[in-house]
Structure formats: structure tokens, C-alpha cells
């Protein structure tokens, strides 16, 4: 019998399917709210009782990265592993990497001030898609039509202030149906796929937005694309998120580092989070 | 137990966990269960959506 960590602030169902799975597969589970776990520079393994393999499952990207970097500091395996979480979490990071290892990826323009974004746009013409660095869930991501809405943003921007807004990440439109693919791939393999289609005929196909999940056949192109993607992030469990591009084919616009899968999970043919507790625990005895 | 807000019955479920979310149906606040003993619940105000919250 092995023991699965399963880290969280807010403990959500996919948390608790994590943990029902570990259970029927005959593994003791740890359930750790990071909220109120300590760790300091003399912390020791042997302090802590985190089981064989944890899974970090935090809904803060940050919270979830920096207790990652604390559990690889006191030698504690974990997944994702803090490489693969600081890049999934940051859209420039991942973008460049998916480009970086020839991935078809929608072109991306990258301005470090709102001038230059400006400069930028008036270059390459209107519109683009502008994204957060740092976030998830369809929010702040928009299309920029004109260069008022540009101006709006830019306002909102300087008021809030945050330090990745300073950042500009603007991105092609794509021709493309009115949905998205997202692909759950675990150690490198595709076990699952869905059509996320808009809610409201709208822009975004975020689930958390309430955009009509549909089970989706994993093609050829798909899985080999979700495995290239999944191997130039650095393996682990990843959501990765596909377009159809009307010219162009598939593209991978996005890989989700702590991914959710309660939706996919219902209508899947496999057994979501049991494949994942069986990842984990195989990949802590290689 | 009640809404620590509104006053409003809370409905918790025997197999809620803790840090798992309750809403109140009437005022719409979200709290964590910071601490769970058999019927007894503990609730703290639960976490505004942050910035980087998401997958």
C-alpha cells in the first residue's frame, strides 16, 4: 500500500475524486491544506508526513508554485514539478517554449509597456488577442478591435497596477470554429480530450464560464501534438488547449499545469483521476 | 448551523470535508470549513477569487 499527498487550498470535487480513486485503488491519502502548513530553511523531510507522491492541486498558481519549490527543497516528489508549474503558469514562458520546440502555436507579439504595445498594434493592425501573463479561467483575455479598446485597457492596466500587467502578450486572432479542444495528457500520454464550445455564441470557451463540454476523439493529429506539447513542458499532468485553425490546422495556444477535469471526467471512456493517482505513484518508483 | 452573515440556515453535508466551500443560499457569502468533528463544523470566510487563481 502506497500513500498519496493531494495539496489544496480549496478543496474542490476533482480533489475529492483524486482521493476517492486512491482509495479504490487500496492507497491511503493525505488530504494538505497549504494554507496552514509551515515550512522553514531548517525543515526537514522527516518533519513532514506527505506519503509517497504529492500532488499539488493548489487553485493559487502562486500558492501552488511556491509550496512546489518548498516540497523539492525538502526532496519531496511532487507533481507538477516546479520547472513545469513556473512555465505552465506563465503564458509568455509557455509560449516560447512551445515555439521554441516547433509547435504550431498562434503568433505572438510580446510588448514590455503600453507605448510599445500601442507601437505595436498600429504595426501589425487590428485585432488581437491580448492575455494576461499570469491567470486562468478566460479572465482579463480579449479581443482588441480598435485602438479605443486598446486605450481602455491600457487604463485599467495603469490603475491596477499589477506588475505583469506591465507585460503585454498580444496574439493573432484565429479563424476557427466557435469552440476549443483541451486535451488531458498524463506522463506524456492523451487520455482524454473535449470540445469546449462558447456558452453564448461569445469569444471564450473557458469551462469555468460555463462554455458546453462534448467528448472529443483524440486523433492522430491531436495526440501527437498533446505529446510534443506535453514533452516540451516537461511531462507531469497537463491540460493542453487546441484550436482549429481554419488554414493552418491545430495550433496549441495554451498547457494548463494544475488542470481540471470534472467536466471531462463524467463523460470520459478512462478513468481520469485513477489514471492520474497511477501516474503518480509509477512515476515515484521509476 | 447558520449563516455567520445573514442568519440564514446553512445545509452541510454529513461527508462535506474540510476546506471544502459552503454557500449560503439566501445572502451568497462562501465560507471554508476550517474544522469538522462529526456534527460539529467550524467555519472561516472563505477566499476571494485571486488573480492567479485557475488550472
Redesign the interface.
Known amino acids: 500500500m502506497s500513500k498519496v499527498c493531494i495539496v489544496?487550498?480549496?478543496?474542490r470535487s476533482e480533489?475529492?475524486m483524486l482521493q476517492k480513486e486512491a482509495s479504490n485503488l487500496g492507497h491511503d491519502t493525505l488530504?494538505l491544506?497549504a494554507k496552514i502548513t509551515q515550512v522553514n530553511t531548517d525543515s526537514k523531510k522527516e518533519d513532514f508526513d506527505l506519503g509517497d507522491v504529492v500532488l499539488e492541486r493548489c487553485?493559487?498558481?502562486?500558492?501552488g508554485l511556491h509550496f512546489t519549490s518548498s516540497l523539492e527543497f525538502l526532496d519531496i516528489p511532487v507533481l507538477n514539478k516546479f520547472e513545469v508549474a513556473n512555465i505552465c503558469?506563465n503564458k509568455m514562458f509557455m509560449t516560447l517554449l512551445l515555439k521554441k520546440n516547433n509547435i504550431p502555436t498562434p503568433k505572438t507579439y510580446f510588448s514590455f509597456s503600453s507605448d510599445s504595445a500601442a507601437e505595436n498594434l498600429d504595426k501589425v493592425g487590428y485585432p488581437l488577442v491580448i492575455k494576461?501573463i499570469?491567470?486562468?479561467?478566460g479572465?482579463g483575455v480579449m479581443p482588441v478591435k480598435d485602438k479605443d479598446t486598446l486605450e481602455a485597457l491600457v487604463e485599467v492596466r495603469e490603475i491596477t497596477d499589477?506588475p505583469h500587467d506591465r507585460i503585454y502578450y498580444l496574439q493573432e486572432m484565429i479563424d476557427r470554429p466557435p469552440r476549443d479542444i483541451r486535451v488531458i495528457t498524463i506522463g506524456d500520454e492523451p487520455v482524454a480530450a473535449m470540445y469546449r464550445k462558447s456558452s453564448d455564441g461569445g469569444f471564450k470557451t473557458n469551462i469555468?464560464l460555463g462554455a458546453d463540454p462534448e467528448l472529443c476523439e483524440i486523433t492522430k493529429e491531436m495526440e501527437d501534438l498533446a505529446v510534443k506539447a506535453s514533452k516540451a513542458m516537461g511531462g507531469g499532468i497537463l491540460?493542453i488547449d487546441m484550436m482549429e485553425d481554419d488554414k493552418r490546422g491545430l495550433v496549441v495556444h495554451e498547457v494548463?499545469?494544475?488542470?481540471?477535469f470534472k467536466g471531462l471526467a463524467r463523460v470520459a471512456q478512462r478513468n481520469i483521476p485513477k489514471e492520474m493517482i497511477e501516474f503518480a505513484l509509477n512515476y515515484v518508483r521509476k | 448551523m447558520n449563516c455567520p452573515e445573514c442568519d440564514a440556515t446553512l445545509n452541510i453535508p454529513d461527508d462535506a470535508?474540510?476546506?471544502?466551500?459552503v454557500s449560503c443560499p439566501d445572502c451568497g457569502a462562501d465560507f471554508?470549513i476550517s474544522k469538522k468533528d462529526g456534527s460539529n463544523v467550524e467555519l472561516k470566510q472563505?477566499?476571494t477569487v485571486?488573480?492567479?487563481?485557475?488550472?
Open positions: 489544496f487550498d480549496r478543496l480533489e475529492k488530504m491544506d487553485v493559487s498558481y502562486f500558492r503558469g494576461p499570469i491567470g486562468s479561467w479572465r499589477s469555468a491540460g494548463n499545469n494544475t488542470v481540471e | 470535508s474540510v476546506g471544502e466551500i471554508e472563505a477566499e485571486g488573480e492567479d487563481w485557475g488550472e
